[in-house]
């Protein structure tokens, strides 16, 4: 009974948590889904998700310039072609293969020396070294259609063993002499012809075959070097002989020329003083008139510079006659003139005093405003009758006062002459100050 008590009151306890653990979860989910708090923290936990996802599933890849991609599908076996840029790939589904557009080059490292891990054998049995460079490309056409067949490491494991194979088939069909000098560009041409349709079923398209250095044994060079410097030394001697016997012959062509070019400057020698004889006896008879000429020319040529002197001293004379009376007749004009202008400017100045005067009759005050003009271009000027006296500014010329007026002056206007007057001396005085500052 104990025993069954404590399995029901377990039982009782994990349906109790079982519940519990229900309740909490949809209370959980319910806060997820409808509170504001719980939507933002679910959102952020479903990115996380996708982001931890995409970086461990890397379901975008990279293609570089130069590079195609073909994209597998491991569900329909079909094969996508993709070029440089962003390439989408479904984790599972997707597989993606890149493949190298550009030029790739082999170099035969294993086979460059003759003591090298695998030589080349010639046609003797002889272990040779020969540095082979074949640069090769993918089809970008065919790429696709031998995506399924070909393999990861295209240069490794498809180009390395063809060509390969075929260098060796050559070589071991060519003595070293052949390989080394003789036959180097034809078994070039033939290497070529031979691998590039073997390449091109497997989409590679051969650019070129170089045959570099070649290595040989080191006994065979030993033999090679001593053969190679007796020919040289046979070919320097008769290389030798041959510059010996032209040697001398270019010694017996130079005296004969020096000979001959003796012979000719002697001849020559001769014809130039004979010549020169000749011409000195022509010149001779040449010059004795033309000596005569030129004692004629020179007196010719005095008398014509006497004639000339004469006749410059004559006109000069001449000229400065001319020039005297030219200079005696513009003076006469000057004076002509200056008594003219004097006789005019006199007539017309007698004229404007007699204008002057008249008008000076008739109007006897201009006499008075002309001078209060001329003291000052500030002074107001006002026309007025003069005291008795005669003349306002009599007291700057210097003449006496009178010591009274008529009694017609002093009644009615001698009140406005005298301020007028006043007034005058005012503005006299006050432009005497302002002439002093």
């Not at 004795?288 to 020179?298: C, D, H, N, S, V």
């Not at 003069?386 to 500014?393: E, M, N, R």
């Not at 006062?401 to 002056?409: I, N």
Request: no cysteine; hydrophobic share 40%.
């Amino acid at each position: 009974m104990n025993i069954k008590e404590k399995l029901s009151e377990v039982s009782q306890q994990s349906v109790f948590l079982a519940r519990a653990a229900v309740g909490a979860v949809v209370s959980r989910i319910r806060w997820f889904i409808f509170t504001q708090k719980g939507r933002r923290l679910a959102a952020g936990l479903a990115v996380t998700g996708a982001v931890t996802l995409a970086a461990t599933s890397r379901p975008v890849a990279l293609i570089e310039p130069g590079q195609l991609g073909i994209r597998m599908n491991l569900v329909t076996g079909n094969a996508t072609e993709l070029r440089e840029g962003w390439a989408l790939l479904v984790p599972s589904i997707h597989r993606l293969h890149l493949y190298s557009l550009r030029d790739q080059t082999y170099r035969s490292v294993r086979s460059s020396k003759a003591n090298s891990e695998a030589p080349f054998q010639s046609a003797e049995g002889l272990s040779i070294g020969v540095e082979v460079s074949i640069r090769y490309a993918l089809d970008p056409a065919r790429v696709s259609a031998l995506a399924t067949a070909m393999p990861d490491d295209v240069g490794q494991e498809l180009v390395e063993p063809v060509i390969d194979g075929v260098l060796r088939r050559h070589f071991a069909q060519h003595t070293v002499r052949e390989i080394f000098a003789t036959q180097r560009a034809e078994i070039q041409k033939a290497i070529s012809e031979e691998i590039a349709p073997l390449l091109a079923k497997d989409g590679v398209i051969l650019r070129s075959v170089t045959l570099g250095n070649v290595d040989l044994p080191q006994q065979y060079r030993t033999g090679v070097e001593a053969l190679l410097a007796e020919e040289l030394h046979a070919e320097k001697m008769r290389y030798t002989l041959e510059l010996k016997e032209k040697q001398i012959k270019e010694t017996e062509l130079s005296a004969e020329a020096d000979k001959v070019r003796r012979e000719k400057a002697a001849e020559a020698s001769a014809s130039e003083e004979i010549i020169a004889a000749r011409a000195k006896a022509e010149a001779m008879r040449h010059i004795l008139p033309f000596k005569e000429k030129e004692i004629e020319q020179r007196r010719l040529e005095a008398e014509a510079a006497k004639v000339s002197r004469l006749t410059q001293a004559s006109a000069e004379s001449e000229a400065r006659q001319i020039e005297a009376e030219g200079e005696a007749n513009a003076r006469r004009k000057l004076a002509e003139s200056d008594a003219y202008r004097v006789e005019v400017t006199g007539k017309a100045a007698s004229e404007q005093l007699a204008r002057d005067a008249s008008l000076i009759s008739k109007n006897p005050l201009l006499i008075q405003k002309t001078l209060a003009d001329k003291l000052s271009d500030k002074i107001q000027v006002i026309i007025a009758p003069p005291q008795a006296g005669g003349f306002f500014a009599g007291n700057l010329l210097g003449q006496p006062q009178a010591a009274s007026a008529p009694a017609s002056h002093r009644s009615g206007s001698g009140d406005t002459s005298s301020e007028y007057g006043s007034e005058a001396e005012a503005e006299h005085t006050n432009s005497s100050q302002a002439r002093e500052e």
